[in-house]
């Protein structure tokens, strides 16, 4: 079975640009979790979708994040317009809800805003 | 706020020897995971806990939802158990993973 898995494994962008981060769950999972780490913050919840819904939008990032599952395999992050504050790691995970199941984590996309 | 603490923030250990890494939860978590982030960045799965134990090889954790808290421990560690350690919680009508703010661990020697 293939993990998750997360495109681009790395990304630079220039201060304003839009960039579009993208994640595939695990076949079969109905829960889809975006996060943010960085050494200051640590381990931050973007966005969680179950079954292609929205279950959850982190307060903090609203205004220029936006995160859309457009079908159950598929996922997107937006970040528009991107600032040098958002350099980070973006994490995907999946799990199967209802199975008292792991959340499994993709190997996440280093983003450098300049 | 700190919902999930982690202790200690950092741990030196010598091959073989044993050692104890701890969460304190102020909220009511129902379950908790515990993660290993290597350091080329990926977080595997070590645990998922509802109240009770779990053993697998090296590794043991415990989760007492009453006293809110959570341990991992590691026996005899190995050179390859360095990195970051992550517990993290789930609380009752809470949806998403509240995470700690991990434990770096260095395996020397």
């Known amino acids: 079975d293939a993990g998750v898995t997360q495109t681009p494994r790395h990304e630079v962008a220039e201060k304003g640009q839009t960039i579009i981060l993208k994640c595939e769950p695990v076949s079969g999972h109905n829960d889809l979790f975006w996060y943010r780490q960085t050494k200051i913050q640590g381990l931050e919840l973007l966005s969680y979708?179950?079954?292609?819904?929205?279950?959850?939008d982190g307060g903090a990032f609203k205004d220029r994040f936006k995160a859309e599952m457009l079908n159950s395999s598929f996922s997107t992050l937006k970040i528009q317009p991107t600032e040098p504050k958002d350099s980070a790691v973006y994490l995907c995970a999946s799990r199967n809800w209802g199975y008292q199941d792991t959340q499994y984590f993709g190997p996440g996309t280093r983003l450098l805003v300049l | 706020g700190d919902k999930v603490k982690q202790s200690p923030s950092a741990l030196s250990l010598q091959e073989g020897t044993n050692s104890a890494l701890r969460c304190n939860f102020s909220i009511a978590a129902t379950t908790v995971q515990w993660f290993l982030q290597n350091p080329r960045g990926s977080l595997m799965n070590l645990f998922y806990l509802v109240p009770g134990t779990k053993e697998n090889g090296r590794l043991k954790s415990a989760f007492d939802s009453k006293e809110s808290y959570s341990t991992l421990h590691i026996r005899d560690a190995q050179l390859e158990d360095s990195g970051t350690y992550f517990c993290a919680a789930e609380s009752q009508g809470g949806r998403a993973l509240i995470f700690g703010t991990g434990t770096t661990v260095s395996v020397s020697p």
């Open positions: 979708f179950r079954s292609k819904s929205l279950m959850e």
